[in-house]
């Protein structure tokens, strides 16, 4: 004859956490010194890309340093084979295609390690700027 152990042992739950409430345990995590230098990294890493081989760019970039750097621009540019980028700057007045130091959201590296700064992101994009010129009025 099978035993009903809740009643001997109680419910099989979890009693509830009688601790501090979420937004005070977040809070607490402030108080130790490591939390700001992963948040400065953070913040140091999203603005100062490192990208390598087959990166997705998700940014406009001025390139600062690269070796070998290709970039497949296919979407933006319409180049059917991997472009040689080089952080030269060049003229601002040159097409998106001959702006060889910039490197743009929706293209990919498609060789070559890159070093880069963020110069825009999201609608700000030459992308997003193409995407606001499709929209209807």
Request: charged fraction near 20%; avoid cysteine.
């Given at each position: 004859?099978?035993r009903?152990?809740?009643?001997?042992?109680?419910?099989?739950?979890l009693?509830?956490?009688?601790?501090?409430?979420?937004?005070?345990?977040?809070?607490?995590?402030?108080?130790?010194?490591?939390?700001?230098?992963?948040?400065?990294?953070a913040?140091?890493?999203?603005?100062?890309?490192?990208y390598?081989?087959?990166?997705?760019i998700?940014?406009?970039?001025?390139l600062l340093?690269?070796?070998n750097?290709?970039?497949?621009?296919?979407?933006?540019?319409?180049?059917?084979?991997?472009?040689?980028?080089?952080?030269?700057?060049?003229?601002?007045?040159?097409?998106?295609?001959?702006?060889?130091?910039?490197?743009?959201?929706?293209?990919?590296?498609?060789?070559?390690?890159?070093?880069a700064?963020?110069?825009?992101?999201?609608?700000?994009?030459?992308?997003?700027?193409?995407?606001?010129?499709?929209?209807?009025?």
């Amino acid at each position: 004859m099978p035993r009903d152990v809740s009643i001997i042992h109680g419910p099989n739950e979890l009693g509830e956490d009688e601790g501090s409430s979420w937004w005070r345990t977040l809070l607490n995590q402030f108080r130790n010194p490591l939390i700001y230098i992963l948040i400065i990294a953070a913040l140091v890493t999203s603005l100062l890309g490192h990208y390598a081989d087959t990166g997705a760019i998700s940014a406009d970039l001025r390139l600062l340093s690269t070796t070998n750097l290709q970039f497949d621009e296919s979407l933006l540019a319409g180049e059917s084979v991997p472009v040689d980028q080089d952080p030269k700057p060049v003229d601002g007045d040159q097409p998106l295609a001959e702006r060889s130091s910039m490197a743009y959201n929706g293209s990919s590296v498609a060789s070559g390690p890159v070093v880069a700064v963020v110069v825009a992101t999201g609608e700000r994009t030459e992308l997003g700027s193409i995407a606001e010129q499709m929209r209807p009025a």
